[in-house]
């Protein structure tokens, strides 16, 4: 009897690998990190390690589900698919690691480094219940993104400084301006990394105040010169008698003028009006500007004209005679001791009679 039970005992472990079965499903299930358990199983056979268990498989690979009757189902369980997308780190530059080159996208909580085979095409590392799916799946095929630097367009006034515009970046130089004008600039970056998109900078002048001399002339004469050190001063054309709007325009882009004192040039009839020259005075900002020397001269001329009128009215006053203008005054103490000395004799002279 016992060596019929063991005649039958082999015939069944027999017939189990020569794939005799009552069912002829082939099921396949995706990883789960869970048994994969088949409903009426006794054994589970671990066809890639030719293992007999009764715990049910977890991990990816090919099984059969065996049933008492010797009946089995053939199933495997498939790679879970993680698909990443991978784009160019346009941080990345020459010299970080190369690991960091690379940013992947995917759903899920999973810690892997991305390589490459000799051909370019991703893999990575992880374990095999799961299959990662690269898009763009070669290296060639991802588009090395640079970094966008951009700057809004911008107005400053004159200052007599540098004026410096920066970037966010600080390995990028910021650039400097200085004089008027309208510029069209972009940074200097390095393109293997960077893109930077020009923009637009306008420097204004700087608006300095004038207070002009009165400028004027008689009918007939030249103008006088109307130019300070700074500026060009320009009137409106007309030789008659009356008032001309004065302009000034400056030597120097940086600078524009605003007349705002003295802004008439002015023809005079005759000459019974005297012509009084004043000092130009300049204000913006602080800024204090030395008289136009055509405005010293005329002073000096001034000052000259009053000096010699004051010598010549000492001129007249002193009158030559030859003899001192201080005699008269030492004389007059005689001349009253004279007339007392004679007034004293007539009057003992008239007691004695």
């Given at each position: ?101 690379y940013l992947c996208e995917y759903d899920g909580d999973y810690e892997f480094i991305l390589s490459s085979y000799v ?36 107005e400053f006034v004159y200052t007599g400084s540098d004026i410096v515009i920066e970037s966010k970046v600080d390995s ?182």
């Amino acid at each position: 009897m016992k060596k019929l039970l063991g005649v039958l005992l082999a015939f069944f472990m027999c017939c189990i690998p020569t794939g005799i079965q009552a069912k002829e499903e082939v099921l396949s299930f995706e990883y789960t990190g869970q048994k994969i358990e088949i409903e009426g199983t006794k054994f589970y056979h671990f066809i890639d390690d030719d293992i007999y268990t009764s715990e049910a498989p977890i991990d990816c690979g090919k099984y059969q589900a065996i049933y008492s009757d010797g009946s089995y189902i053939d199933y495997e369980i498939t790679p879970k698919v993680v698909h990443v997308n991978v784009r160019y780190n346009k941080d990345w530059r020459q010299g970080d690691s190369e690991e960091n080159r690379y940013l992947c996208e995917y759903d899920g909580d999973y810690e892997f480094i991305l390589s490459s085979y000799v051909n370019g095409d991703f893999k990575t590392d992880y374990n095999d219940n799961y299959e990662f799916e690269f898009e763009p799946k070669n290296k060639k095929d991802v588009e090395i993104v640079k970094t966008t630097i951009t700057h809004p367009d911008v107005e400053f006034v004159y200052t007599g400084s540098d004026i410096v515009i920066e970037s966010k970046v600080d390995s990028i130089s910021p650039i400097a301006f200085k004089n008027v004008g309208e510029y069209i600039v972009s940074f200097n970056v390095d393109s293997n990394y960077y893109e930077s998109i020009p923009f637009k900078v306008m420097i204004l002048p700087k608006t300095v105040q004038l207070k002009l001399n009165k400028y004027q002339k008689y009918v007939g004469e030249k103008d006088p010169v109307l130019e300070t050190d700074d500026c060009i001063l320009t009137r409106e054309v007309g030789e008659n008698v009356g008032n001309y709007k004065l302009t000034a325009k400056s030597k120097s882009r940086n600078y524009k003028y605003e007349i705002i004192e003295n802004d008439m040039f002015t023809i005079l009839e005759n000459k019974t009006q005297q012509i009084k020259p004043e000092v130009t005075k300049i204000t913006g900002n602080d800024e204090k500007k030395e008289p136009s020397k055509p405005a010293i001269a005329q002073e000096k001329e001034h000052k000259t004209e009053i000096r010699k009128n004051e010598e010549s009215k000492k001129e007249k006053s002193t009158v030559k005679t030859g003899v001192s203008n201080e005699i008269p005054l030492f004389l007059s103490p005689i001349t009253i001791s004279l007339i007392v000395a004679i007034f004293m004799l007539l009057k003992i002279r008239n007691v004695k009679s």
